[in-house]
């Protein structure tokens, strides 16, 4: 043991030569300086009391010299060690690619998740100084403030030196002879102080341009709009440009690599907030129940986190003291920007913590996989070594030499991994997700990931060298050469690389798990009562105020474009709404019991997902209509308000399901009569429990959102979906050629989104499930194979006696059997724990699932009878006479 | 300077080892410990001193931190470890057996 002690501390200083020189020095200035006082003591001078230290010291830099090499490797020594690994390496290639391929890809399963990690959660936001920038978060869940709340805050503290808001809109932008529908930022004038970047061009918003609305119709391009939109204009400062058929002025252009203060979305365009009602042709901005903004703010000089706390806490128990009813119970949280804030921030760690813990498991895998097969070399050098250290050699030079060829396998991996890395994450970085979000992730490569990479190839390395130590410090020369070939020991106790198999299949079989509870979550989610059927169905969204609309013109559009799309050939039902479930904007509703008289929220009875529906849009959907009717274009803002309920609605509203003609109140204090009950379904998340949802009738409250579902003949090849998705299409622009379509495609392929986080996980599991498996076949095999040859005299033997091939295959491969079976009950229990990981984002993540269960045994069962199909076969197939002879 | 006899070879780690088993010192202080102790007669050189104690850390018998002396310097300390108290002991017991064997080699076999 001290052997490695003393090569580890070698390599400490050799990592940490300079400070190790400096401390020599330090310490022989102070034993001169300690020589001359000695002198001046007996009388000298000072001068020459140090000139005579120093001559009696000598050469200074000789002694540090002469210090350091005691200590130091020599480089002669380390040249000869690589060219004797490189040798080694060379004569079995085989052994070299394999160690090279498994340390290679466990290395780039880590660097890759730690790129993940580094990027979304660990790097701040690309901004200067951005460790003073946070977000403010109203709870937990709830990201969205209002706007007059946000002034409030704004007004309020203490502790910002600015505070901003800013709300991700789509907008539809003319350029190159058509209207692309774009994303952006609806900002207010601070917003810039806080992420105080410099523009590439012209200037950035300011608090004048938000000072009311109507104050500036200008907007801010960002880098990516400037080039793909306008051909990267060098003269484009000044220029009018149309969004949502509005003249806005653009004032500046964004740097490069700037994208906003959301790490996963990249938008086109910055507007002033205080223009919202004639961009949205709709006017949040008064009222305090439109939660509709995100809040983020800068940090003063010497403020810390919990002083900020602290101030909000104050601002918002003052605003709720003000408004007692309108703001009862609002709280004010200081969240990290980036992710949303917690509300995905939170998941999104989470998951990519337990991966990174996963992927580390892999790698240890690995590590024991290969430590084996170091072991399994050295037991077979044995000889070897044992003339080495027979003819002068020592332990501390050999386990040198093996550390080194340790070193240079990791080295190479480690190379490797970094360019398969480096690809991914690009790979990564250029990718967007099947929705039309703007969602792109910024996880480009930074140079720390090949330190990262290094430092993941150096533990590995370390870890796999020291496998074979044990055999090294037990070799004795007398032993090993007089009883011939390494056959001592083989086979008779449990050796190392034994216990290094079980903790590998261990380890394998918690990835495997993990894999397959992703699978079976992810199976689930596309299994599920989603309350409608997104199936045989196309669904076309387009937002009519980017076309210049308002909310009564885009009323008597929808009413022309129902009637043109209903004479569509292979239309089976069709309908629209403003939003449907499960797409990105959601908006809900305060339903209070009809009791209620004082609208305050702390009387609220729940907040319920709404809906503004036509009348045919739940056929459309697919939703099951349970009592009652559908909603009517009767049902207009002059007759007696009327909704549809879900049933879940009444249960918890009346809990009951006898609910046509009862009432419920809403904000205003109205009460709405409810006329129909659907099937309930999922709203906001495929995760979510049961929750009440509300269908109001679109001609009762106009919207310029548009969501046209059309139901086609059932077709499960999806080419009638497919072609009526571009009637569609063609059907509104006929109508309107300057409205620009975010989506008209199959409905199922739009629920990508709700989708994502699952299928994310369930990709990226099965790839460390895939390689777990890899490697426990790898190391079994190796392991099974090695013991088989290792025993072949005896076996022959044994065969030669007259045993049967069952005593053989107990005798050959039984202990593999006892390893596989404790390594994989070890494996699966561990596995069970850690899936609650997986919870935040998979649905109804579970390892206790009998299925789940049976198919990891199964799994583990099937890959240990493939890896040691082939030693048995030739354990069976001994010749103990063509054996025994060669021997 | 010239005329001192030098340190017997192999006998540097175990005077070393020794100087720091009476308690802990600086490099220096080892110097001047071992010069007083031997009036004089043994002076090690700082040519040797330093890697010497360098070796002895390696080999985990001594371990060395930083303090401040009484003069309020910085300065590395060598305190002796339990394996080097047990080197020393070895050590020792092997320079006894030296000793007396170059002893009975050099005494006068007729005087017995």
Known sequence: MSTLIQFLKKLWILLWRRKFLNELDEEMAFHRAQAAQEFIAGGMTPQAARAAAMRQFGNATKLREQSHQAVAFRVET????????????????????????TLALGIAANVIVFGVLQALVLRPLDVPNAGKVVSLQRSRNDTNFSYLEFRDIRDGQSVFSAVAADRVMDFGLDAIGATHPIWGYEVSGEYFEVVSIKPLLGRLLARADDDHPGA??????????????????????????????????????????????????????????SNEAEIEKFNWLDGRQNHNIWAIARLKEGINLPQAQADLNTVASRITKQLPKEEAGLTIRVVRPGLLGDTFGAPARAFLVGIMALAGIVLLAACAN???????????????????????????????????????????????????????????????????????????????????AGLFSFVAAVLFGIMPLRQILNADPNDAIKSGVGQSGAGRRWALRD??????????????????????????????????????????????????????????????????????????????????????????????????????????????????????????????LVTGRDVSFA?????????????????????????????????????????????????????????????????????????LVVRTHADPIGVTSRDMAAAIRKTILDLDPAIPIQESSVWSSQLGLQLFPARVATVALSLFGAFGLLLSITGTFGLASYSVTKRLRELSIRVALGAQAKQILATALGRMLVLLSIGSTIGLILGAAASRLLSAVVYQASALDPIVLGAVALTMLLTGLVSIVNPVRRALHIDPAGVLREQ | MANKPDLLPGTLDMLILKTLARAPLHGYGVALSIKRLSDDVLTVEEGSLYPALQRLLLQGWVKAEWKMTETKRRARFYTLTAAGRRQLGIELSQYEQMIAAIGRVLSDPKEA
């Open chain 1, 499 to 624: 216990i290094l198999l079980a903790a590998q299949i261990a380890l394998c079989c918690i990835t495997v798990t993990a894999a397959f509870v992703a699978l079976r979550g992810l199976g689930r989610s596309l299994n599920m009562e989603l309350g409608f059927q997104p199936a045989n169905a196309v669904r076309a969204q387009f937002d009519l105020a980017q076309a210049g609309y308002s909310s009564e013109s885009a009323a008597s559009f929808q009413r022309r474009l129902l009637a043109a799309a209903s004479q569509l050939p292979g239309v089976e039902a069709i309908g629209y709404a403003n939003s449907t479930p499960l797409a990105i904007d959601q908006s809900s509703t305060a339903v209070f019991s009809p009791e209620t008289t004082d609208m305050r929220l702390t009387n609220l009875a729940f907040g319920a997902p709404d809906y503004s529906a036509s009348p045919g849009y739940l056929a459309a959907a697919g939703t099951p």
């Open chain 1, 370 to 452: 290969l430590g084996g097969l170091f072991a399994a070399r050295t037991a077979d050098r044995t000889r070897e070594l044992a003339i080495r250290m027979a003819i002068g050699s020592s332990r501390y030079r050999i386990l040198r030499q093996v550390l080194t060829e340790a070193f240079l396998l990791a080295l190479l991996a480690g190379l490797a991994a970094s360019a398969l890395g480096w690809a991914a994450l690009s790979g990564l970085a250029a990718w967007r997700p099947p929705t039309s979000l703007p969602i792109q992730f910024a996880v480009l490569p930074q140079p720390s990931l090949i330190v990262a």
């Open chain 1, 216 to 273: 500036a119709e200008v907007a801010v391009l960002s880098w990516g709009a400037w080039k793909n939109y306008f051909n990267s204009d060098p003269a484009i400062i000044g220029k009018t440009v149309r969004l949502n058929k509005l003249p806005y002025t653009v004032i500046g252009v964004t740097p490069q690599g700037f994208y906003g203060t959301e790490k996963f979305l990249q938008p086109d365009v910055f507007v002033p907030m």
């Open chain 1, 78 to 101: 380390v040249v000869q060690d690589l060219r004797f690994s490189i040798r080694q390496m060379l004569r079995s290639p085989g052994f070299a690619v394999t160690a090279v391929t």
């Open chain 1, 635 to 707: 049902d207009t803002a002059k007759s007696p308000p009327v909704a549809i309920v879900n049933q879940e609605f009444g249960r918890r509203l009346f809990h009951t399901d006898q609910v046509i003609g009862r009432y419920f109140k809403t904000l205003s204090g109205r009460p709405v009569q409810i006329v129909g009950v659907v099937a309930d379904g999922k709203y906001e998340t495929l995760n979510e429990d049961p929750k009440p949802a509300i269908f109001f009738p679109i001609a009762q409250e106009g919207n310029t959102t548009t969501a």
